[in-house]
């Protein structure tokens, strides 16, 4: 199943991206394509409204929350731009058709404006597919970065559509108390980061999940998904004001890359990634494009050594990919790799390892290699 993600703004291009790498890195089903193109709204579909706190923190349900802390004294009013359901849902629906893209795929519209009834996000309930996400506002809700709590939603949508489709049973279904499952409403938005945190779908709603046939892949991916951006988000509350270098270690039979000083965080390369990762790590020199080339038989050995495929013909495959010159894979690589780093550690930590170097010259790794440990286990594999 593909969910297609556009956009009302260019500027939330890169923000897709960040949602399909988290999304795209769990096994399962759904597989996330971020199009380049910008949904325009006419100014007479956007209704300027202002909110008070109160307001600006419910999703509209029939549930009244009154619920007021010391945090709403510090707000008057919000100035929204507010778009109608229909409007989201029409724009998405037009591009799924102009774009020829399959009945069953999704096509979930990220927006910075707002919607007249407040949600984070809908899908249609005529089991059409399409949907929207409200991408401003979330600063208020939750720690840490937008696109860990955006990709939750995205990943949620296939089961909030499943949900919508039962029309106002949906009322009775989702849980209007928060118990930190997929299926709470969260009326008071500020509940969100509970199910965030919690990152889990409830016995009873599994089991609703499976009498409406949604497969055990496609639970287990959102499950993964879930988990890997609570990580995150406790990991930023912790680390916000942190900002040194961290040691680098490489470990186990995967040669799997950890920040030691960062809590342990493992580095989430997919094999390929990891590859040239761990090639540039072995030559501290750096590497041009042709010397690049040159390293094929490292390279093979190594992702032979990190990845699952069996049949030696596919690994032949994606090496000669990797290092063909005339095809640009290697930079697109080596680009994504980097914007896993950035994710990881902010635009500046992330400059002492990334991957880089002048257009067309020698690209390296800058980090001092007396903070990189295990990378005798490298040097193994490649003499074993
Ligand atoms: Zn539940």
């Given at each position: 199943?593909r969910?297609?993600?556009?956009?009302?703004?260019?500027?939330?291009?890169?923000l897709?991206?960040?949602?399909?790498?988290?999304?795209?890195?769990?096994?399962?089903?759904?597989?996330?394509?971020?199009?380049?193109?910008e949904?325009?709204?006419?100014?007479?579909?956007?209704?300027?409204?202002?909110?008070?706190?109160?307001?600006?923190?419910?999703?509209?349900?029939?549930?009244?929350?009154?619920?007021?802390?010391?945090?709403?004294?510090?707000?008057?009013?919000?100035?929204?731009?507010?778009?109608?359901?229909?409007?989201?849902?029409?724009?998405?629906?037009?591009?799924?058709?102009?774009?020829?893209i399959?009945?069953?795929?999704?096509?979930?519209?990220?927006?910075?404006?707002?919607?007249?009834?407040?949600w984070?996000?809908?899908?249609?309930?005529?089991?059409?597919?399409?949907?929207?996400?409200?991408?401003?506002?979330?600063?208020?809700?939750?720690?840490?970065?937008?696109?860990?709590?955006?990709?939750?939603?995205?990943?949620?949508?296939?089961?909030?559509?499943?949900m919508?489709?039962?029309?106002?049973?949906?009322?009775?279904?989702?849980?209007?108390?928060p118990?930190?499952?997929?299926?709470d409403?969260?009326?008071?938005?500020?509940?969100?980061?509970?199910?965030?945190?919690?990152?889990?779908?409830?016995?009873?709603?599994?089991?609703?999940?499976?009498?409406?046939?949604?497969?055990?892949?496609?639970?287990?991916?959102?499950?993964?998904?879930?988990?890997?951006?609570?990580?995150?988000?406790?990991?930023?509350?912790?680390?916000?004001?942190?900002?040194?270098?961290?040691?680098?270690?490489?470990?186990g039979?995967?040669?799997d890359?950890?920040?030691?000083?960062?809590?342990?965080?493992k580095?989430?390369?997919n094999?390929?990634?990891?590859?040239?990762?761990?090639?540039?790590?072995?030559?501290?020199e750096?590497?041009?494009?042709?010397?690049?080339?040159?390293k094929?038989?490292?390279?093979?050995?190594?992702?032979r050594?990190?990845?699952?495929?069996?049949?030696?013909?596919?690994?032949?495959?994606?090496?000669?990919?990797?290092?063909?010159?005339?095809?640009?894979?290697?930079?697109?690589?080596?680009?994504?790799?980097?914007?896993?780093?950035?994710?990881?550690?902010?635009?500046?930590?992330?400059?002492?390892?990334?991957?880089?170097?002048?257009?067309?010259?020698?690209?390296?790794?800058?980090?001092?290699?007396?903070?990189?440990?295990?990378?005798?286990?490298?040097?193994?594999v490649?003499?074993?």
């Amino acid at each position: 199943m593909r969910i297609h993600l556009i956009t009302s703004s260019m500027d939330d291009i890169p923000l897709g991206c960040q949602i399909a790498d988290i999304i795209n890195q769990a096994d399962g089903p759904v597989e996330i394509v971020v199009h380049e193109t910008e949904i325009e709204f006419n100014d007479s579909d956007i209704e300027i409204q202002r909110l008070d706190y109160d307001e600006f923190i419910k999703q509209d349900d029939e549930v009244d929350f009154a619920s007021f802390d010391d945090l709403s004294n510090e707000f008057s009013s919000y100035e929204m731009r507010v778009v109608e359901w229909s409007t989201l849902f029409n724009a998405a629906q037009q591009f799924k058709k102009k774009e020829d893209i399959s009945d069953e795929d999704f096509c979930v519209l990220l927006t910075d404006l707002a919607n007249d009834k407040n949600w984070f996000s809908a899908m249609h309930p005529s089991g059409n597919n399409v949907g929207f996400v409200h991408t401003s506002d979330w600063g208020h809700f939750i720690d840490g970065d937008l696109q860990f709590a955006l990709a939750y939603e995205i990943m949620s949508m296939p089961f909030q559509n499943k949900m919508m489709q039962q029309g106002n049973a949906f009322h009775d279904i989702v849980h209007s108390t928060p118990i930190g499952c997929i299926s709470d409403m969260c009326a008071d938005k500020r509940d969100v980061q509970l199910k965030l945190r919690t990152a889990d779908i409830c016995d009873e709603c599994y089991e609703r999940f499976r009498t409406w046939n949604m497969s055990e892949s496609l639970i287990e991916q959102a499950l993964s998904v879930f988990e890997n951006v609570r990580k995150q988000l406790l990991f930023k509350r912790r680390f916000r004001n942190t900002n040194r270098i961290s040691t680098v270690e490489i470990r186990g039979r995967l040669l799997d890359l950890y920040l030691v000083d960062m809590n342990d965080r493992k580095i989430e390369f997919n094999p390929q990634e990891k590859a040239i990762y761990l090639l540039h790590l072995l030559h501290p020199e750096g590497l041009d494009s042709v010397e690049f080339s040159e390293k094929e038989n490292e390279l093979k050995v190594i992702y032979r050594t990190i990845t699952s495929f069996s049949e030696t013909h596919d690994i032949e495959h994606a090496i000669r990919q990797l290092v063909r010159l005339a095809d640009n894979t290697i930079s697109v690589k080596r680009s994504q790799l980097n914007r896993k780093l950035t994710n990881i550690l902010g635009e500046e930590l992330a400059s002492h390892y990334k991957v880089k170097g002048p257009r067309g010259g020698r690209k390296n790794i800058e980090l001092n290699r007396s903070s990189v440990r295990g990378i005798e286990l490298v040097h193994n594999v490649l003499s074993s």
